[in-house]
């Protein structure tokens, strides 16, 4: 056993970080097609949110299985708001896609 990289069985996550995890998830286009041909499920998470933190915190959360979960880096925007220069933050996002037969309802609607 590995102290630096434990396998997955043996990996302990605190509850208290997992449940700040997740920030929002992301309703787009982009997502809505991934949901429909991908059975994904798209988050913005924590900056330093690691896979398998990402992973534990949906499991724990809408108790789903997760399949597999990428993760993106969005850089900000330079936005010009008249003559002063803005940017936009930058947003980390997470495409979690779900074990065959699961789903995940983020509409708020009954299933």
Known sequence: MSRI???PKERQFDDGRLMQILLAP????KATMASEKGNA???QVLK???KPEIKAAVELLFSVQVKAVSVANIKGKSKRFGRTMGRRNNVRKA???LQEGQQLNLSGEAA
Do not use: K, L, R, W
Request: proline content about 6%; charged content about 10%; aromatic content about 12%.
């Open 5 to 7: 990289n434990p396998n």
């Open 26 to 29: 992301i309703v787009s286009e």
């Open 41 to 43: 499920v798209v988050f």
């Open 48 to 50: 330093d949110a690691t």
């Open 95 to 97: 495409y979690v896609v």
